[in-house]
């Protein structure tokens, strides 16, 4: 286990050349003590912070995180708080939608949902039409969930079925995104009103996506000039910088 300062993080995040500094796997409303002291530290360094959370909590401890974080990709696990009940041992979804409500107002909102056929799938365009009511150019990005521990008996969801349930979705949300499976053809960023590719990302299932190709400089679609929502600026690689110079 290493332990590190706020001061230290920030140090070793600059000596790698990050642009920003990102919490994920763990809810960071477990340690915000520790994350208002990194936000100190990051904030004169001039670096962003961003987290995945699972949202749920009080109004209170939402302020408190969008205080630390600029930007957040929120799971949402299902729209039913039956469902919720059952898979992730929470009574009520209202304060988990409140809560996506409150931070997309201030802060970089994108939505993550896990979709095992059969189980969830069914609240897909519920989910769809929740967050276009909000603010339509939300990211959302589905996640093909691969069954394991106690739903391991579960079928693998499958690509062509997920994919068609998505078409309503794509009709009322501008970036909806399909991952975890290899050569996803749901995993770039198309512009919303040429269609042309934005960013271009190649899907190496469950490694993750990798970036291809940047072609909105100044977050501005390369074909027709329109504005792409991206939270700050994309900046080159070291490699590729020193091929430009």
Known sequence: MHKLSPDDLVRMAQKLNCHNIVFNVNEPTVSLPSLVELKKSAAKAGLPMGCLTNAYGTEESTELLASIFDFFNIGLKGFSSDFYKEYIGVRNL?????????????????????????VNDRELDSIADFLAGINPEIP????????????????????????????TARKKLTYVYFHNFVGSEWVN???????????????????????????CPGNRC????????IFGHYIAPLSERALIA
């Not at 009103?193 to 996506?209: N, Q, T, W, Y």
Request: net charge negative; hydrophobic share 30%; proline share 6%.
């Open 222 to 229: 390369s074909e027709c000039g329109s504005e792409i929502k």
């Open 189 to 215: 960023t198309n512009c919303p009103k040429c269609g042309a590719v934005a960013i271009e990302r190649f899907s190496l299932g469950c490694g993750g996506d990798k970036l291809d190709n940047f072609r």
């Open 140 to 167: 959302w990005h589905v996640f093909r969930l691969l069954p394991e521990y106690e739903m391991k008996s579960s079928e693998y969801p499958g690509i062509e079925e997920i994919s068609s349930m998505l078409q």
């Open 94 to 118: 209202d304060p988990i939608l409140r809560n996506i409500r409150r931070l997309s107002k201030i802060r970089h909102v994108e939505v993550t949902t896990p979709v095992i056929q059969e």
